[in-house]
């Protein structure tokens, strides 16, 4: 992952940020379970993050097939948050 961010051109403080991001939405979503505010916050976050690494991919020219992972990450996190609000 090192030397992906290092393609992408970012520093190692953004590699940091975007792993706390992660793992900070993941037990974000897990708390969604029992309180549905906090899902919707979470999915949100990670559906902005996975937007942002669309963006970034899409940016230094990377084709369809490497940008689709992240893509696909954006529309389930959306679709996670979509069913959390549906709860509400």
């Known amino acids: 992952m090192r030397l992906e961010f290092t393609r992408f051109g970012l520093?190692?403080?953004?590699r940091l940020l975007t792993g706390v991001l992660q793992l900070i939405g993941a037990m974000g979503l897990i708390a969604g379970i029992f309180y549905t505010k906090i899902g919707i916050a979470a999915s949100a976050g990670l559906a902005l993050l996975m937007?942002?690494?669309f963006i970034v991919r899409l940016k230094i020219k990377d084709g369809i097939y490497k940008s689709s992972p992240?893509?696909?990450?954006?529309?389930?996190?959306?679709?996670?948050?979509?069913?959390f609000i549906k709860l509400l």
């Open 11 to 14: 520093n190692t403080l953004q």
């Open 51 to 53: 937007l942002a690494g």
């Open 70 to 83: 992240a893509f696909i990450y954006l529309f389930l996190s959306c679709l996670i948050c979509y069913k």
